[in-house]
Each structure stands twice: as structure tokens, then as C-alpha cells.
């Protein structure tokens, strides 16, 4: 089993930077992706960026592009975020995720998810 925590969220004015993180724990931990992505109310949960984990091949959702960064710690077995320039359409939970195995795509697969972080972009 694999346990995601989210940290970092909160308030934040627009043209803000915030940084997320995720912190991966378990007797049992082999990544082939980590991921981060966002749900607004009434909306789709949506992919916002990957990462491979041996790798470091990077995936970016275009509405973050040149904004958003997404970074890892293997030897922490840490995903962070950090978000730059953002807007009050970025206001969404946003939630890690874990992939074991690769099939075929960024945006699906996922195995194991966080609880979830708020991200509130507002003046």
C-alpha cells in the first residue's frame, strides 16, 4: 500500500508563487509516475503535470505551461509543485497521485491518490 500527503495549499493573491508537495510513505513503493492534478466544483477532476520517476521526463496541461514546475526527491520519495503567476481559474483541489506501471498515457493509470490540498487564488 502506498500513502500520499499533500502539503502547502492555501490562500494566495493573484500573480502569487505557492509550492506543493507530496510526500509518498508504505512498506511497498515503486513509482513509475507521479503526478499532480486539480478538481473545481461542478468540474472534472483534470491532469495538471507528471513526472517519471526514473527519468524525469516532465508532462505539462497546457493552461500551466511556463507557469508551473513540477520537481521530485527520490530519496524522500517527494513530489512538489511549485506554482508560479497564478490565476483565480488555478483555485481547485489539488491532489497527487502515483502510478505503478505505464499504460500509454500521462493523464490515466493512476493507482494511488492524496487526500487532497486547497488552492485558493483570490485578492
Known amino acids: 500500500q502506498v500513502q500520499l500527503v499533500e502539503s502547502g495549499g492555501g490562500l494566495v493573491q493573484p500573480g502569487g508563487p505557492l509550492r506543493l508537495s507530496c510526500a509518498a510513505s508504505?512498506?511497498?513503493?515503486?513509482?513509475?509516475?507521479m503526478g499532480w492534478f486539480r478538481q473545481a466544483p461542478g468540474k472534472e477532476r483534470e491532469f495538471v503535470a507528471g513526472i517519471s520517476w526514473h527519468s524525469g521526463v516532465t508532462k505539462y496541461a497546457d493552461s500551466v505551461k511556463g507557469r508551473f514546475t513540477i520537481s521530485k526527491d527520490n530519496a524522500k520519495n517527494t513530489v512538489y509543485l511549485q506554482m508560479n503567476s497564478l490565476k483565480p481559474e488555478d483555485t481547485a483541489v489539488y491532489y497527487c497521485a502515483v502510478a505503478l506501471r505505464w499504460d500509454g498515457s500521462w493523464y490515466r493509470g493512476y493507482d494511488y491518490w492524496g487526500q487532497g490540498t486547497q488552492v485558493t487564488v483570490s485578492s
Open positions: 508504505g512498506r511497498t513503493f515503486n513509482a513509475y509516475l
